[in-house]
């Protein structure tokens, strides 16, 4: 099965930044065959006119609680949140019915938004990974390990167990990656980081945790410890190239040193974090590690949105205004960061993240004709400054169209929110008792 997008501005995001003006991608079953300038002459069974709209790599989400969906909106400008009813509630009103039909709904704003790829720490993961394989999505799933009781384990830690299990069942899954996610440097034991860790080893799969996100955090290690809270996963030797560290606000030099030393990855999440006024992680400086870098909107409780034309904009504006510069990071190296760049978080930038012979077709076509995206001298800073969802025309992922001309292919988008709906019935009664907060 071969397709054809001609008439395009194709953005190849590949390592020399090559933009076809007028150009065209070939793609043949789940593959990128080939992308070029001018005409392409090859037969196809399918042939779509871009119209001169821009074809970009697939979007890559590198850390989300996507589940999460039936909090959005709830507690915006609470403080401590988390720990007042997050936590409480989640125990009290997860189920997994609740997780599958979250995660399909969310899969779907993702979907329509050009993410193609995304990284979930959540429970019940198995049910996010039905969500994915049903779907169509690519999901980088991570069972989340932590210190107390959760919707899905009565003791702590249960997530060890589980995440065991998830990562044997779904391993070599053609579009679910499983991971293991112990919560956070705070709520996880030395012992349990530990195991945590050798368990993503002995299985050869990524790891995931929230790391120097917390001003508490922050004050622990450096109580207890006397360390910084990445100085104490080096001291224990739980940096490795395997972790993907999300948040990393509170950064020293030395941490970014230690890092860098260890392969370390990074998920910035600059959506969440600013609306929390937690901080801005210092990117320049990770970037001038060589520290791979992505973005990651954090749930729909934490970031609202799962979209990452959102975080484009938000981290344009907040990082050259923390930096005083405005030249700091042109529109195409944030574009990169959305795709490449996520690619390389994942340990996947030989699979997806660019448009380039070889690659699954991983691959998203945004309509020209939509007002925003008029006039364009330059199609990046149109996609950063410019663009949001709606912009959306086609999505493809592994060669497979997902979204066309808008609109779902996959789902019908009514009928997964009236299983949401369903679902939060009695989400909605206990959430009441929350309500002075929320």
Not at 137 to 142: D, F, H, K, Q, S
Not at 239 to 249: G, N
Not at 299 to 308: A, K, Y
Not at 420 to 433: G, I, S, V, W
Request: aromatic share 8%; charged share 25%; with cysteine.
């Amino acid at each position: 099965m071969k397709t054809l997008i001609k008439h395009a501005t194709v953005l190849t995001m590949n390592d020399r930044m090559e933009t076809y003006p007028d150009g065209y991608v070939l793609v043949e079953d789940q593959m990128i065959r080939e992308a070029g300038a001018g005409e392409c002459r090859e037969n196809c069974d399918t042939v779509i006119d871009a119209k001169g709209g821009i074809v970009m790599p697939g979007m890559v989400n590198t850390h989300c609680h996507v589940s999460m969906v039936p909090f959005r909106s709830m507690g915006d400008d609470c403080p401590d949140r988390l720990r007042r009813f997050l936590f409480p509630l989640e125990l009290e009103a997860m189920t997994p019915e609740l997780v599958y039909t979250g995660a399909r709904y969310g899969i779907c704003e993702m979907l329509l938004s050009g993410v193609t790829t995304f990284a979930d720490m959540y429970y019940f993961e198995d049910m996010v990974a039905k969500a994915c394989e049903e779907l169509g999505i690519r999901g980088y799933l991570g069972e989340t390990v932590i210190d107390q009781e959760t919707c899905d384990s009565k003791t702590p830690y249960g997530g060890l167990d589980y995440g065991e299990t998830f990562i044997k069942n779904w391993k070599g899954h053609r579009l679910v990656t499983p991971m293991i996610a112990p919560h956070g440097t705070s709520t996880n034991s030395p012992e349990m980081l530990q195991k945590a860790c050798e368990l993503a080893a002995a299985h050869d799969v990524p790891w995931t945790m929230h790391v120097s996100e917390m001003d508490y955090e922050m004050a622990h290690f450096r109580e207890t410890y006397q360390q910084t809270p990445v100085e104490f996963l080096h001291s224990q030797g739980l940096l490795d190239e395997r972790l993907i560290a999300a948040h990393c606000i509170h950064l020293t030099e030395r941490d970014m040193e230690l890092m860098a030393e260890c392969g370390v990855k990074v998920s910035h999440c600059i959506g969440s974090n600013t609306k929390a006024g937690k901080g801005v992680a210092p990117v320049k400086e990770l970037l001038a590690h060589r520290i791979p870098v992505g973005f990651g909107t954090d749930g729909p409780s934490s970031g609202n949105t799962l979209d990452l034309f959102t975080q484009f904009r938000l981290f344009a504006s907040f990082q050259k205004t923390w930096n005083r510069d405005r030249s700091l990071f042109p529109a195409a190296e944030i574009v990169r960061i959305g795709t490449m760049g996520g690619a390389a978080v994942l340990g996947a930038e030989k699979m997806i993240g660019s448009i380039e012979a070889g690659k699954r077709a991983d691959l998203v076509m945004l309509d020209p004709d939509k007002v925003q995206m008029f006039p364009c001298y330059n199609p990046y800073s149109l996609l950063v400054y410019s663009a949001n969802p709606s912009v959306v025309d086609t999505v493809f992922v592994d060669g497979r169209i997902l979204v066309c001309h808008g609109a779902l292919t996959c789902v019908d988008l009514g009928q997964v929110r009236a299983e949401l709906m369903e679902n939060m019935q009695d989400f909605y009664k206990k959430a009441d008792a929350y309500r002075d907060m929320i």
